[in-house]
């Protein structure tokens, strides 16, 4: 067994140099979420199970968590953007994986310059970093709140969320890697869209393509996949698994309801937030992207009630300047058809979103009964 080191580090130089270190020492280690308070970092160490502690201090022993297995590399919580985040565990073969996979897609024949700007405590941040300590990519640091500025000063790519995306713009990159939140409609050519999870490793589709040696099914509609990147287990639990239609029970079930389209993936959103209405199906995920066009439109969530008729009945929370109910239900009737025209329309100053940018559905219900 092993020892699992929390880096208790802001994103920059020194937190890439305690990220090496571990890798050359073979030390599993997990990020702690700079943004939180000190009391919230210490509940992170409790369910990442972290024995030990580095920060601007040093490194000490912590009086509680568990060792973990030897080919453990990184430990780390979920987005837990449909509950209570978990801990897995991603193996050192994982992690390489992962690194030399995307490197060698995204490379373009030239050396790649990646420009970090994500925390490190998720996957999408910490897959830059690992980028140039287990591959052969490189780091460009900056001011990871000026994320224009890379490319005058050699950066080539860049992995962002959809808040980003819309704040600055990334047109001098070669490669604007794209993940968290449902994209919007109109992207750049540079830009590339990621579908991937902490527990895949970060991202393993591009664009609707799986990366090379990664595997997708759809079994019952729901998004399996294996591949050289997948966790390894949660810390108390073991990973799951599904059939696929080749007979093997090694398949990871996402929870996400996809289908295949000529090989090319397209996700629905998180089966537990299908809303079932008068026999119809609606994805809310596939309902927010139609209703944040409208114009006026600056955010948007879907979630459902109950209904004694319909069984549920489509809600919309939006963020706008003016009252767009019958715009909204007008785009929903066009696009997906009239069974997904919001019943409800309530206007709210935010949605509630985890630092990727996607959103706590959760959460949804409660600014309902705070309306």
Same mark, same amino acid.
């Given at each position: 067994?092993?020892?699992?080191?929390?880096?208790?580090?802001?994103?920059?130089?020194?937190?890439?140099?305690?990220?090496?270190?571990?890798?050359?020492?073979?030390?599993?280690?997990?990020?702690?979420?700079?943004?939180?308070?000190?009391?919230?970092?210490?509940?992170?160490?409790?369910?990442?199970?972290?024995?030990?502690?580095?920060?601007?201090?040093?490194?000490?022993?912590?009086?509680?968590?568990?060792?973990?297995?030897?080919?453990?590399?990184?430990?780390?919580?979920?987005?837990?953007?449909?509950?209570?985040?978990?801990?897995?565990?991603?193996?050192?073969?994982?992690?390489?994986?992962?690194?030399?996979?995307?490197?060698?897609?995204?490379?373009?024949?030239?050396?790649?310059?990646?420009?970090?700007?994500l925390p490190?405590?998720?996957?999408?941040?910490?897959?830059?970093?690992?980028?140039?300590?287990?591959?052969?990519?490189?780091?460009?640091?900056?001011?990871?709140?000026?994320?224009?500025?890379?490319?005058?000063?050699?950066?080539?790519?860049?992995?962002?969320?959809?808040?980003?995306?819309?704040?600055?713009?990334?047109?001098?990159?070669?490669?604007?890697?794209?993940?968290g939140a449902?994209?919007?409609?109109?992207?750049?050519?540079?830009?590339?869209?990621?579908?991937?999870?902490?527990?895949?490793?970060?991202? +393993?589709?591009? @664009?609707? #393509?799986?990366?090379?040696? !990664?595997?997708?099914?759809?079994? $019952? =509609?729901? *998004?399996?996949?294996?591949?050289?990147?997948?966790?390894?287990?949660?810390?108390?639990?073991?990973?799951?698994?599904?059939?696929?239609?080749?007979?093997?029970?090694?398949?990871?079930?996402?929870?996400?309801?996809?289908?295949?389209?000529?090989?090319?993936?397209?996700?629905?959103?998180?089966?537990?937030?299908?809303?079932?209405?008068?026999?119809?199906?609606v994805w809310?995920?596939?309902?927010?992207?139609?209703?944040?066009?409208?114009?006026?439109?600056?955010?948007?969530?879907?979630?459902? +009630?109950?209904? @004694?008729? #319909?069984?549920?009945?489509? !809600?919309?929370?939006?963020?706008? $300047? =003016?009252? *767009?109910?019958?715009?909204?239900?007008?785009?929903?009737?066009?696009?997906?058809?009239?069974?997904?025209?919001?019943?409800?329309?309530?206007?709210?100053?935010?949605?509630?979103?985890?630092?990727?940018?996607?959103?706590?559905?959760?959460?949804?219900?409660?600014?309902?009964?705070?309306?």
């Open positions: 067994m092993a020892t699992l080191l929390a880096l208790d580090l802001p994103l920059g130089p020194d937190l890439e140099s305690a990220v090496r270190r571990c890798v050359e020492e073979g030390q599993a280690f997990c990020v702690l979420d700079q943004r939180l308070s000190a009391s919230r970092r210490r509940g992170e160490l409790e369910v990442l199970g972290a024995t030990h502690v580095l920060d601007a201090a040093g490194r000490r022993a912590l009086n509680e968590g568990a060792d973990v297995s030897p080919d453990v590399g990184v430990v780390m919580l979920t987005s837990g953007s449909s509950g209570t985040p978990k801990a897995a565990q991603l193996s050192w073969a994982a992690l390489r994986a992962s690194a030399e996979l995307t490197t060698r897609v995204l490379g373009h024949g030239r050396d790649s310059v990646w420009y970090p700007c490190a405590n998720h996957i999408g941040g910490l897959a830059v970093i690992l980028r140039a300590v287990l591959a052969d990519a490189r780091l460009l640091w900056g001011d990871p709140h000026d994320l224009a500025i890379g490319p005058g000063r050699g950066a080539t790519h860049i992995a962002v969320v959809r808040a980003q995306l819309r704040r600055f713009d990334l047109s001098a990159y070669d490669v604007v890697l794209l993940g449902r994209p919007p409609g109109d992207l750049a050519a540079n830009v590339v869209v990621t579908w991937g999870m902490t527990e895949t490793g970060s991202g +393993v589709v591009y @664009d609707g #393509w799986p990366l090379p040696g !990664v595997e997708m099914a759809i079994v $019952d =509609g729901e *998004l399996c996949v294996r591949s050289p990147t997948l966790f390894t287990s949660y810390r108390h639990s073991p990973r799951p698994s599904r059939t696929g239609p080749d007979g093997r029970d090694d398949w990871f079930p996402t929870g996400d309801a996809a289908d295949l389209v000529e090989g090319r993936l397209r996700v629905h959103g998180r089966l537990g937030f299908v809303i079932n209405t008068g026999g119809e199906k809310p995920d596939d309902l927010e992207t139609v209703l944040s066009a409208v114009t006026g439109v600056r955010d948007v969530a879907v979630t459902s +009630v109950d209904d @004694d008729e #319909w069984g549920q009945r489509v !809600v919309a929370l939006v963020v706008s $300047d =003016g009252i *767009l109910d019958a715009a909204l239900r007008a785009a929903a009737t066009e696009r997906i058809g009239p069974w997904a025209q919001p019943r409800e329309v309530h206007y709210v100053t935010s949605i509630p979103r985890t630092p990727g940018g996607k959103i706590r559905r959760g959460e949804l219900r409660t600014l309902l009964a705070d309306d």
